[in-house]
């Protein structure tokens, strides 16, 4: 099946209702076995593109995943990414920041786990959680040097939005390709998968306490995320609201994202000139 992307992009300077972005649509598989399909050709897929932008450095990708808890970052991240060869991709997952990462700018942690050029780096929770979750817990503004009623005045959040826009642009401008993701899933779903952590012995330990006392911000956290998505989606940088209630679904939209920036990129192996050939070939004679 045809998955269109552009229907889930969040275009440029445009006020975001997550209301209206659905978190479930009509599946864009036709059955399991096809779900599996689709996706192992996507993966196929992807692990020639990485190969191409490993040989040939020209690019660096980044892949942001943010979402509220359980709506399946994570499972994401393993079945997009299967295929991908280890050695040119490296995931980071960003917790609360040390005492060293405070004392710095909020983008340094960060800014340390940019992938290198052939390189596809994965943030699962970025440095989108400084408007995100510190923006519903001013409080953390204390352990930033900073005093939390910053929180209440509007410039604040503006100039951090700027920062990031800023770092993008500028990663953008030196061959970094950003795809920023958010899941969107329901509070309905959230909870039936919150609740099988808890009745399934084999996820018990996904399952954190903290997880219920931040569902109770929920409304805070979809204001800050339409806030977010508003101010940060650029051109260059698009942000992505994939429905999330349906994992298979997910998976391949996602996936199907990341095929077609790549895509864009037109990634090829390295070019040998005539004396670079005329070269390997006299080495042959040397692998007696």
């Not at 889930?8 to 009509?26: M, N, Y």
């Not at 709506?71 to 280890?86: F, L, Y």
């Not at 977010?228 to 999330?244: K, N």
Request: proline share 4%; net charge positive; with cysteine.
């Amino acid at each position: 099946m045809k998955i269109d992307i552009d229907r889930f992009r969040v275009s440029p300077g445009v006020q975001v209702d997550l209301d209206a972005w659905p978190t479930a649509i009509e599946p864009v598989y036709r059955s399991k076995a096809d779900y599996k399909e689709m996706l192992r050709g996507h993966t196929e897929e992807l692990a020639e593109l990485q190969a191409r932008l490993y040989a040939s450095a020209a690019y660096a990708v980044l892949l942001i995943f943010q979402a509220m808890d359980a709506a399946g970052k994570d499972g994401a991240i393993e079945h997009v990414m299967s295929g991908v060869n280890p050695q040119g991709c490296e995931v980071f997952s960003f917790k609360q920041p040390s005492v060293e990462e405070r004392a710095h700018d909020f983008l340094w942690r960060t800014t340390c786990r940019l992938p290198a050029r052939g390189r596809i780096g994965i943030f699962n929770r970025s440095y989108y959680e400084e408007v995100l979750v510190v923006q519903v817990h001013p409080e953390l503004l204390a352990g930033q040097g900073l005093a939390p009623a910053s929180a209440r005045t509007k410039r604040f959040w503006e100039q951090r939005y700027e920062s990031i826009k800023d770092l993008e642009k500028h990663l953008h401008r030196n061959r970094t390709r950003t795809i920023k993701f958010f899941l969107h899933v329901s509070r309905d779903e959230q909870r039936k998968r919150l609740l099988a952590r808890l009745d399934k012995p084999d996820k018990n330990w996904k399952f954190d306490e903290g997880d219920i006392q931040e569902r109770r911000c929920w409304k805070r956290y979809m204001k800050a995320y339409e806030q977010c998505l508003a101010c940060t989606s650029t051109g260059r940088s698009p942000w992505y609201v994939v429905p999330a209630d349906d994992k298979a679904s997910t998976r391949l939209i996602v996936s199907r994202i990341i095929l077609e920036t790549m895509q864009g990129l037109d990634l090829q192996y390295p070019q040998l000139d005539a004396a670079r050939r005329e070269q390997l070939r006299g080495l042959r004679t040397l692998l007696t």
